[in-house]
Structures are given as structure tokens and as C-alpha cells.
């Protein structure tokens, strides 16, 4: 290592002319940051390679009916296997949305991103802004690519559907915006706890261990309330973003007494069924809630 | 270089802290504190390890929320700044880098907040050596390579003020030099350098003035000078075979004999010169006559003896 003697230090400066901190500034600094870390990029490989190639594997081996699907049957087919990836990139994005904040506190970087924006919060919403267009875009790529892939191969299977229809590009878009919605809420997981372990623990176990516990629990003591709390999960409202509409949803679920369609809400047997929007209010409402509450507790808690 | 800044050089860039405390649960580990670091001078901030030194550069930066108490940079708290970096460059105490991102691309992205130019980037890498390492992941990086990485970040804004905790830590005989100059070059422009240090030594070689930090109260706060001449006055150390007489013939009010094992006088509060002229008139021999100066590292220990949190048994 060499050493510059003090004297020759500024002998050709850098004018640092308009040099102050605006939000374009500090989205351009967490580009930066996402696309210079491996293990970021490595999450939004694994994405784009997840949701290309289950598609195609699923619409290559599956069997479909008794060969000839069309209408509503084949729309949902069809669906089904686009959005196929999302039960396993959803998990890729919970890890991702802690990681890109949880990494900085492990490492102490945080203090250098606090440091250059003293106010902390235009750091974060420009770190989430990044992360949630970040993840939108390689989603969205990842699975229009799968769909066009898939389209001609279930079509050679007897499966047509087309992807103008609304019911077959509401959640095929649908799937991208609930992965975004969750690697925003895994960034507020993050922010909350600052711990990589801790944070993809809450994360996935919110995704993973929650739900089946709640139904469990639900199915043992014949209880409404727990089927209700699981209603509202990001993983059981979400999936409503991302499931093909089958007409019968925000209706009576349990009973086959089919109640009137139209909002959501308790039925006769008292089990919330969510619609589509429904699912995403909810789904982007809690984001929205501990978006809140983490972003408080940064601009009070020391660094 | 400080002609693109004139106009964000309207006010004086120094660090006041005033009445500042944190308060951690029960412990007070910064205590009302108030002091300047000026322009044009290198102030040392100086204290054992626990003492509230790194807390309250922290709180300086704004990363930690003083329980009372303001701490002002360049006139205004940190945090009410909108070119932050361009106010105050600072090294803090531990590493503050994403291990896997390399030097350069951390440099990049920190300047990226600021609109600071790519160039600014390459220069203050040049200007800390690391252009050998500047590509590879700041996890592989020595302790030395990671504080010289700091000092380029606390550099990259060009900044008026400086704040660096235990900069030399960890680094080369060399790159201990190379800080000194750095800090006096860098006040010498007219800055404000803020450095800390639990080295007395460190500080005798770099500081023009010193706050003496313990257990989180200020000590003292004053030129180093001052500090050195003040804490222990003067010693004089005697050897004599009739040391009475010599007792006899300087005493004094402020006058304080003792006799060591070694049979050797170590007397305080008398000049040399004084006591071989008494001795002289009182005819006394002498085998020795040597002042001794006490060291800013003795003159810090009297000052903090009472003030460290983790007293050793051999320190005692």
C-alpha cells in the first residue's frame, strides 16, 4: 500500500459544485447499492430463473383434463401454471426484502447510509422504492416470458385460453404485484427486527408456519376466528391476487350454501372470503401499517 | 478546492456541544458535556475505553438521539443539513461497510447520494492508498485497509469539518504518520478536526488542543500545553548523602519531599535550579540532580485515574 503524502493530495481536485442530497440522488445511490451486493443479485436470479422454469416444466409434463380444456377451465389452467413460480419466488422475496436492510445493520453500512442522509427516511423510501420496482420489473419479465412460453405448449395440450382475457391477465400481473407487496413487507420485518436471522424467521414463518397452524387450530376447535386471522395473512390474502377468479370468491365458502356475490365479508357460516381487490387492500394495508411502525422506530432508535 | 465551496463557507465550520448527555438505561454515559472544536486546529477528544467518546461523535453525526442537550455542526445540528457530506466527513470507531461490496462501489454509492462526481471517488482513493484493493470486497480487508477506507468516506464530500474516532487504530507505523499529517494538512486548510484517541502519546503528536473525556463528564479542556505543565507539575529527583539537611534547606509550604527506597529524593515543588543553589549555601552534596518532565501519558493517567470504567490489577 502506498502513501500519498499530504501535500500532493489536491493537486488535480474534483469541483464539488452542486453537491447536496436530493431523493433522485439517493435512488440512484441504493441502485447502486442493490445491483453491487451478490447475494441481492443472486435473489433476483434465482426469480427470473424460478418463474420461467416452472412454468415450463409444469406445462410441459403436467396432464391436463381429458385433453381438450377451454373456457373457464382452460383459463384457469392456464393460470395455474403461469403464476406457479410464486409459491416458491414469494419465499425468494422474503429473504430478499430482509436481507437488503438487515445486511446493512449486521455490517454497520446502515451508518454510513445514515450518515450521507442524516434523515434516515429518504434513504429508506428510496431503498424501498428500488427494492419494489426492482422486484416488479424482473417478476413481471420473468413471468410474461413464462406465459408466452407456456401458451403454445398447453395449446399442443388441448389447454386454450388467451392472455388478453381479464381473468387470465389480472393475475398473472396479479403475481407480480403480491411478490412486490411482499418483499416490501419483508423490508419492514427487517427494519423492525435489523437482524438477517430474525428477520427471515418472522418472514418466512409469516408465510409458512402461521398459516397451517391457524387452519389447524381452526379445524380442532371449530373456531371462526382463527380461519378469520388467517384470512388476513399476506400469504392467504395475497394469494387472492394471484388466483384465478373462479366467480365463487367474496361469496360463502364453507356449507356450498352460496350466498349472493358482491363484497367480501363474514358469511352466514362467519369465514371472511376475500375477492381479488379485497386481497390486495389487505395484502398492501399491512405493508402499509408496518411500514409505519418500522419507519417510526428508525427515526427514534440510535444507529 | 475551497473555491467551489465559498458559498457554504459563510459560517464558521466548527462542532459545539452543548449540555449534551445519553442516557443508556440506568447509565449515563455522556454527561452534560459542552465544549468547541474550532477551525484551524486539530482538537484531540481523549479518554479511556467506555469514557463517551465514540457516543458522543454518534450523536454528533445525529446517529444517536441525545437524552439532552445539542450538538452542533458548522451551526446547525447535523441532521438540518441538506449536503451533510459537504458539512462533516466522519470515521466512526467500527467499520461502517457492507462486507461484500467492494471499496470502490461503497465510495460510489455514498457519493451517489450527493451527486459528488465519480472523479471525487478515484481522488480520495488515490489520496488513502487503496488503489491496489479498491476493487475488492471490503470483507477481505485488513483492519488498516478498513480505517483508511473510512477516512476516504469521511473525505469524499470535501468536508469543513472532520470527525475521526480512533483513526489510528489498527493501522501501519506509516499509516500512523501519514494521519498526523493528514489531520495537520487538513486543519492547516482551516478545517475543523475533531479526532479521538485513548493514546495520550497519539494525541501529544497531532493534537493542538485536547478535551479530556472520563466516564462521560469532561475532564479538561484545554491547549495541550496547558494539559502537559498543568497535571503534575514539576518533579525533581535528588541523590545525596545527607538528604535532612537538603530537606532542611528547601523547605517549604509547597514543598514535598520523599525519600524512595533506593535512598533517591523525589521532591515536588521546587525547581533544580533552586535546590542545587540551596544546597550549595546549606553545603550539601550532590551525586544527582535531574528534573523530570512529567509525560503526557502520566499527566493523562492522573487526570483519568479516578475515571476509568475497567481498572486492571497491574495498572494499580
Known amino acids: 500500500m502506498t502513501t500519498t503524502a499530504p501535500h500532493a493530495q489536491h493537486t488535480a481536485p ?5 453537491v447536496r442530497l436530493s431523493f433522485p440522488r439517493l435512488i440512484r445511490s441504493e441502485w447502486i447499492k442493490l445491483r453491487t451486493i451478490r447475494s441481492t443479485v443472486w435473489c433476483f436470479l434465482i426469480l427470473f430463473v424460478v418463474n420461467i422454469g416452472l412454468t415450463i ?3 410441459s409434463v403436467g396432464s391436463f383434463g381429458d385433453g381438450h380444456l377451454s373456457g373457464a377451465a382452460g383459463e384457469q389452467a392456464g393460470v395455474s401454471v403461469i403464476t406457479l ?6 419465499l ?3 429473504v430478499l426484502g430482509v436481507l437488503i436492510v438487515s445486511g446493512e445493520y449486521a455490517t454497520g453500512m446502515i451508518r454510513s447510509t445514515f450518515t450521507a442522509d442524516p434523515g434516515r427516511l429518504g434513504a429508506l423510501f428510496a431503498k424501498a422504492v ?3 420496482v426492482s422486484t416488479f420489473v424482473v417478476s413481471a419479465a420473468s413471468t410474461w416470458i413464462a406465459a408466452l412460453i407456456a401458451v403454445p405448449i398447453l395449446s399442443g395440450k388441448g389447454v386454450d385460453f388467451s392472455l388478453a382475457s381479464d381473468k387470465v391477465f389480472m393475475p398473472i400481473l396479479g403475481s407480480s404485484v403480491y411478490v412486490t407487496l411482499l418483499a416490501l413487507l419483508a423490508f419492514g420485518i427487517g427494519l423492525l427486527v435489523r437482524t438477517t436471522a430474525g428477520g427471515i424467521a418472522i418472514a418466512l414463518g409469516l408465510l409458512l408456519v402461521l398459516p397451517p397452524i391457524l387452519q389447524i387450530l381452526g379445524g380442532l376447535v371449530n373456531a371462526d ?3 378469520n386471522i388467517n384470512a388476513f395473512l399476506p400469504s392467504e390474502a395475497g394469494r387472492h391476487l394471484y388466483q384465478y377468479d373462479t366467480g365463487s370468491t367474496a361469496t360463502v365458502q364453507s356449507g356450498g350454501d352460496g350466498g349472493p356475490g358482491g363484497s367480501a365479508g363474514a358469511s352466514d357460516s362467519g369465514i371472511v372470503v376475500l375477492n381479488g381487490w379485497e386481497g390486495f387492500g389487505v395484502t398492501a394495508g399491512l405493508v402499509f401499517l408496518l411500514g409505519c411502525v418500522s419507519l417510526f422506530l428508525v427515526k427514534r432508535r440510535d444507529a | 478546492m475551497m473555491t467551489a465551496g465559498a458559498r457554504f463557507r459563510t459560517v464558521v465550520p466548527m462542532i459545539e456541544i452543548q449540555h449534551l448527555s445519553k442516557r443508556y438505561g440506568p447509565k449515563l454515559a455522556v454527561d452534560d458535556i459542552s465544549f468547541t472544536a474550532r477551525p484551524g486546529v486539530v482538537t484531540g477528544f481523549l479518554g479511556p475505553n467506555g469514557a463517551g467518546k465514540s457516543t458522543t461523535m454518534r450523536m454528533i453525526m445525529g446517529l444517536d438521539r441525545p437524552s439532552g ?7 446547525k445540528r447535523y441532521i438540518d443539513h441538506r449536503d451533510p457530506l459537504r458539512q462533516a466527513g466522519a470515521l466512526l470507531e467500527a467499520k461502517a461497510v457492507h462486507t461484500g461490496r467492494s471499496a470502490f462501489n461503497h465510495l460510489l454509492a455514498l457519493a451517489a447520494t450527493h451527486g459528488i462526481p465519480k472523479g471525487r471517488v478515484d481522488e480520495v482513493i488515490q489520496m488513502t492508498g487503496l488503489e491496489s484493493v479498491a476493487k475488492k470486497r471490503v470483507g477481505s480487508f485488513s483492519l488498516g485497509m478498513g480505517q483508511r477506507l473510512g477516512i476516504a468516506v469521511a473525505l469524499l464530500g470535501d468536508p469543513q469539518t472532520l470527525i475521526l474516532d480512533e483513526p489510528v487504530n489498527g493501522l501501519d507505523p506509516e499509516g500512523v504518520l501519514w494521519v498526523r499529517q493528514l ?8 478545517r475543523t478536526v475533531f479526532l479521538s484517541s485513548h493514546l495520550m502519546s497519539e494525541m501529544a503528536q497531532t493534537a493542538d488542543h485536547v478535551v479530556v473525556l472520563g466516564r462521560g463528564k469532561v475532564l479538561a479542556d484545554a491547549p495541550i500545553s496547558d494539559i502537559l505543565s498543568g497535571a503534575s507539575g514539576q518533579r525533581v529527583t535528588v541523590r545525596t548523602p545527607s538528604p535532612e539537611l537538603l530537606a532542611g534547606a528547601i523547605a517549604g509550604p509547597d514543598v514535598t519531599v520523599q525519600q524512595t527506597a533506593d535512598g533517591t529524593l523525589s521532591i515536588n515543588g521546587v525547581g533544580a535550579a533552586q535546590i542545587g543553589e540551596a544546597a550549595a549555601r546549606a553545603g550539601v552534596v550532590l551525586h544527582e540532580l535531574t528534573p523530570v518532565t512529567a509525560s503526557l501519558e502520566q499527566a493523562y493517567l492522573e487526570l483519568t485515574q479516578d475515571e476509568v470504567e475497567y481498572h486492571s490489577e497491574v495498572a494499580r
Open chain 1, 14 to 18: 474534483v469541483a464539488l459544485g452542486d
Open chain 1, 57 to 59: 416444466l409444469a406445462a
Open chain 1, 85 to 90: 413460480g410464486v409459491n416458491l419466488t414469494s
Open chain 1, 92 to 94: 425468494v422475496v422474503a
Open chain 1, 130 to 132: 428500488v427494492l419494489a
Open chain 1, 225 to 227: 376466528w382463527a380461519s
Open chain 2, 69 to 75: 442537550g445539542t450538538a452542533t455542526v458548522n451551526g
Open chain 2, 183 to 190: 489531520s495537520r494538512y487538513l486543519a492547516s486548510q482551516g
